[in-house]
């Protein structure tokens, strides 16, 4: 599995757009970029996942580029609800083992 | 609206004590696991089942296990509990073929004295 490199932290301003940069550059071709989160005392909570194209949900939009070496998370409104922990995860999608291993992750902080 | 709920949530156990710790999905997926959350390790996958009366071993699964006869539910029994296994507990479900797109419970904190 493609190794991932994410910051250890990063600040946002209520309101302002959170992007969140995640490396992984030895990902392969059959390889998914997954995010999550995981807030303060609750279990992880799955956002989005890509390819190669842009995806966007309700949550979050996921930008990678166009040599999938690296991806970025976007909270396009960032709210105080939006601190947590988010992980990018890299796996080969079609597998019906599942395993998730999760990094440190970013701490992601939204002040007022 | 279809959710995954875990019980207790809050648990303190004497060790040498068995403890079974619920999880219950009502998406109907196929696929349930069980991680473990510590300081320092991350979540590390227990045990996971792919249906009905198929259990398969994560990395961390000495000392536990489950069963699954049913599509809802997975149920983490520690045989024995030891103080290494104060943790907090999470079970996850997704579909079959959507296996890394997991729903995640709310967590169970075990605590062994």
């Known amino acids: 599995d493609a190794k991932t490199t994410q910051p250890p932290s990063m600040d946002c301003a209520e309101g302002r757009a959170a992007n969140l940069p995640c490396n992984h550059s030895?990902?392969?071709?059959?390889?998914?970029v997954y995010w999550y989160r995981q807030i303060h005392s609750q279990g992880p909570q799955y956002i989005i996942h890509g390819l190669k194209n842009n995806e966007t949900n309700e949550m979050a939009s996921l930008i990678i580029t166009e040599d999938r070496k690296s991806s970025t998370l976007i909270l396009p409104h960032a709210t105080l609800r939006d601190t947590a922990v988010y992980y990018c995860?890299?796996?080969?999608?079609?597998?019906?083992?599942?395993?998730?291993?999760f990094g440190q992750g970013t701490i992601l902080t939204v002040h007022p | 609206d279809a959710e995954i709920t875990q019980s207790p949530r809050h648990k303190i156990t004497e060790t040498g004590r068995q403890v079974t710790l619920a999880c219950h999905q009502t998406?109907?997926?196929?696929?349930m696991f069980w991680y473990r959350q510590d300081l320092g390790h991350g979540l590390r996958l227990i045990h996971y089942?792919?249906?009905?009366?198929?259990?398969n071993k994560g990395e961390v699964s000495d000392g536990y296990s489950v069963s699954r006869s049913n599509t809802e539910d997975l149920p983490l029994t520690l045989e024995s509990a030891a103080s290494s296994q104060t943790s907090v507990y999470f079970c996850?479900?997704?579909?079959?073929?959507?296996?890394?797109?997991?729903?995640f419970g709310p967590g169970t904190r075990l605590t062994v004295t």
């Open positions: 030895t990902i392969s071709g059959n390889e998914y």
């Open positions: 996850a479900s997704s579909t079959g073929q959507m296996a890394y797109e997991q729903y």
């Open positions: 995860i890299v796996r080969a999608r079609g597998t019906s083992y599942g395993k998730l291993t």
């Open positions: 089942s792919y249906g009905v009366q198929d259990t």
């Open positions: 998406w109907n997926h196929n696929n």
